[in-house]
């Protein structure tokens, strides 16, 4: 199976797709890059992972890793490996006691779970062929600075509905922003923590 190794480069969301966001991959040896429509759930569970923050309670793709982990299973790979009727698949690969699994998942989940456990994300070629794109310059700068000037707002959007959950969210914000000796932010998400405590 021909495949190329990808790296998560952007998620943000789509108003086209109902609410709906979109996650974008970029192959490490070429220009290629791969957008996929995910579900909310998914979206926050990636996001939540890539920014570092970690809710009170473990949400299901921690769960999952904690299962495989408890196991003595190890994620090898995630691999994208089909593209039908505009639907992707893809399969988790697990070694558990020197056997390889692979499991049927949703890209999604299986995204999830790779940065999780720091597993490389694989597309096949044949998925990058039907689907995939290269940007133009222009289009590639504003796709970088779109990523790294929304990411505070896409942490925010995707911190879970509880309120607990949203001030734990904060203070870790709030942690990392006194060690950077960033008060003006600190001072922000202090306000905000405050709004929240209030509320409740």
Same mark, same amino acid.
């Given at each position: ?11 943000s ?12 991959l ?24 890539? #920014? ?5 309670r ?89 990523? #790294? ?14 309120? #607990? ?36």
């Open positions: 199976m021909d495949k190329v190794q990808c790296e998560i480069v952007g998620l969301s789509s108003p086209a797709t109902g609410g709906a966001y979109a996650i974008l970029k192959e490490l040896d070429g220009n290629r890059r791969l957008p996929i429509i995910i579900g909310q759930f998914e979206a926050q569970a990636i996001a939540l992972e890539m #920014e570092g923050i970690k809710p009170p473990p949400l299901t793709h921690d769960l999952l890793k904690s299962v495989i982990d408890n196991l003595g299973g190890t994620v090898l790979e995630i691999v994208i490996s089909e593209l039908r009727e505009n639907t992707f698949y893809a399969k988790i690969v697990l070694d558990v006691s020197g056997l390889t699994n692979e499991i049927d998942a949703r890209p999604s989940d299986a995204m999830a779970l790779a940065v999780r456990t720091n597993a490389p994300i694989y597309v096949t070629e044949s998925v990058m062929e039907a689907a995939s794109f290269i940007p133009t310059d222009e289009a590639e700068q504003d796709i970088s600075e779109s990523f #790294e000037e929304d990411q505070e707002q896409r942490t925010m959007e995707s911190k879970p509905k509880s309120k #607990e959950a949203q001030i734990a969210a904060l203070q870790e914000k709030l942690r990392e922003a006194l060690e950077k000796e960033e008060y003006e932010r600190a001072a922000k998400l202090r306000d905000d923590i405050k709004k929240l405590t209030q509320s409740n």
